[in-house]
T-cell receptor, first 114, second 115 residues
Framework: GAGVSQSPSNKVTEKGKDVELRCDPI?????LYWYRQSLGQGLEFLIY????????KSGLPSDRFSAERTGGSVSTLTIQRTQQEDSAVYLC????????????FGPGTRLLVL | AQTVTQSQPEMSVQEAETVTLSCTYD???????LFWYKQPPSRQMILVIR??????QNATENRFSVNFQKAAKSFSLKISDSQLGDTAMYFC????????????FGSGTKLNVKP
């Protein structure tokens, strides 16, 4: 079956603009994660969705970052008033049921804020 | 807070040889899980191997094995018979014990397998 997909692959925006990044998880996976990978750094946890439960937003770096997951499937990560330090690769992952289930990652969206 | 440290930014190995990637972590807990993920140039992260802290036996997956030293908080990855397809970034990760949905990753080691 299809893996996790993300769009766009690359995004260039100007400082101060809003951006939306999309993630399509594997069908049937109830858990969805967003991570940020800055240049030369490991993955930084941003947010976690599990079914209909309230998301774990503890990794969001500021209130400019928000995410939604509609219908328990597709998720959108929104960054408002982008800053240059937001430039990074944003990775999405899904797993069958969260916890220690294997996470399957998408190819990421590379965001460049000019 | 849990921290994961990978002190080798980049390593090289000849095809068919063995290489070991290092990882140390810091936690005061006793029940947790450790992982090695591979990120090839395609950027798609792939789980390589995982280790449960309460298991003394080191995990193995084909050519990949770990050396888990709990007292030293060390979790190294050994790749035997290296192949060109092993060229990638390798990330060590930690989760647990109270929240298995939150993963902490190291900064990665870039492995180059040379023909």
């Amino acid at each position: 079956g299809a893996g996790v997909s993300q769009s766009p692959s690359n995004k260039v925006t100007e400082k101060g603009k809003d951006v939306e990044l999309r993630c399509d998880p594997i069908s049937g996976h109830t858990a969805l994660y967003w991570y940020r990978q800055s240049l030369g750094q490991g993955l930084e946890f941003l947010i976690y969705f599990q079914g209909n439960s309230a998301p774990d937003k503890s990794g969001l770096p500021s209130d400019r970052f928000s995410a939604e997951r509609t219908g328990g499937s597709v998720s959108t990560l929104t960054i408002q008033r982008t800053q240059q330090e937001d430039s990074a690769v944003y990775l999405c992952a899904s797993s069958l049921d969260g916890g220690l289930e294997t996470q399957y990652f998408g190819p990421g969206t590379r965001l460049l804020v000019l | 807070a849990q921290t994961v440290t990978q002190s080798q930014p980049e390593m090289s190995v000849q095809e068919a040889e063995t290489v070991t990637l290092s990882c140390t972590y810091d936690t005061s807990e006793s029940n947790y899980y450790l992982f090695w993920y591979k990120q090839p140039p395609s950027r798609q992260m792939i789980l390589v191997i995982r280790q449960e802290a309460y298991k003394q036996q080191n995990a193995t997956e084909n050519r990949f094995s770990v050396n888990f030293q709990k007292a030293a908080k060390s979790f190294s990855l050994k790749i035997s018979d290296s192949q060109l397809g092993d060229t990638a970034m390798y990330f060590c990760a930690f989760t647990g014990p109270y929240n298995f949905n939150k993963f902490y990753f190291g900064s990665g080691t870039k492995l180059n397998v040379k023909p």
